[in-house]
Nanobody, 118 residues
Framework: QVQLVESGGGLAQPGGSLRLSCAAS????????MYWYRQAPEKEREMVAS????????SYADSVKGRFTIARDNVQNTVYLQMNSLKPEDTAVYYC???????????WGQGTQVTVSS
């Protein structure tokens, strides 16, 4: 069974940093692209960052470019989101995700809350 477990969320001051982790199991992690999404209250879920299974052709939402970095460890089956220069508008629940084409399914973690406030 596919499992995605996020951790590392919490409270940060504007300009501060947080590092999110997502531990994956139940599938061949190294074969799939991984994603971070976020959802703020009363807003649509948006893709924040993605990383391919091989290489470093990462992509980011315009709102986080230059501040956030996605990375993966295919030995530890973990994907990370390093968030720097945090802004109050980054406040949201952050989810990691994987899409498995053969099953026509996208899988989600439980989410981790990030709050940026002074």
């Amino acid at each position: 069974q596919v499992q995605l477990v996020e951790s590392g969320g919490g409270l940060a001051q504007p300009g501060g940093s947080l590092r999110l982790s997502c531990a994956a199991s139940g599938f061949t992690f190294s074969a799939y692209a991984m994603y971070w999404y976020r959802q703020a209250p009363e807003k649509e879920r948006e893709m924040v960052a993605s990383i391919p299974s091989v290489g470093d052709l990462t992509s980011y939402a315009d709102s986080v470019k230059g501040r956030f970095t996605i990375a993966r460890d295919n030995v530890q089956n973990t994907v990370y989101l390093q968030m720097n220069s945090l802004k109050p508008e980054d406040t949201a629940v952050y989810y990691c995700s994987v899409y498995v084409p053969v099953r026509k399914l996208r899988y989600w973690g439980q989410g981790t809350q990030v709050t940026v406030s002074s």
